[in-house]
Nanobody, 124 residues
Framework: QVHLVESGGALVQAGDSLRLSCAASGLPFSRYAMGWFRQAPGKEREFVAC????????DYVDSLKGRFTISRDNTKNMVYLQMIALKPDDAAVYYCAAGQKSWGLRNPNSYEYWGQGTQVTVSS
């Protein structure tokens, strides 16, 4: 059974940094692209970042480039999202997802597996 478990969410102040982690099990992790999405109250789930199975190719939503960095460690079955200079607008539940496609990774429908999410709250 596939499990994706996010961790690292917290209440932080604007300007702080935070690193989210996602631990994957039950799947050949190094064969899956991984993505991070977020959903704020009353809003749709939105794409944040993705990384291909090798880790050599990444993509970000334009508005977050330069502040968020996605990475993975295939030896540990982990994917990370490093976030800096957090803003109140970054507050959301952050989800990691795993998918076997190598294209269309901004689309949540490209992912087969999802975690339960981790809450990030940013106070101003």
């Amino acid at each position: 059974q596939v499990h994706l478990v996010e961790s690292g969410g917290a209440l932080v102040q604007a300007g702080d940094s935070l690193r989210l982690s996602c631990a994957a099990s039950g799947l050949p992790f190094s064969r899956y692209a991984m993505g991070w999405f977020r959903q704020a109250p009353g809003k749709e789930r939105e794409f944040v970042a993705c990384i291909n199975w090798t880790g050599f190719s990444t993509d970000y939503v334009d508005s977050l480039k330069g502040r968020f960095t996605i990475s993975r460690d295939n030896t540990k079955n982990m994917v990370y999202l490093q976030m800096i200079a957090l803003k109140p607008d970054d507050a959301a539940v952050y989800y990691c997802a795993a998918g076997q496609k190598s294209w269309g990774l901004r689309n949540p429908n490209s992912y087969e597996y999802w975690g339960q999410g981790t809450q990030v709250t940013v106070s101003s």
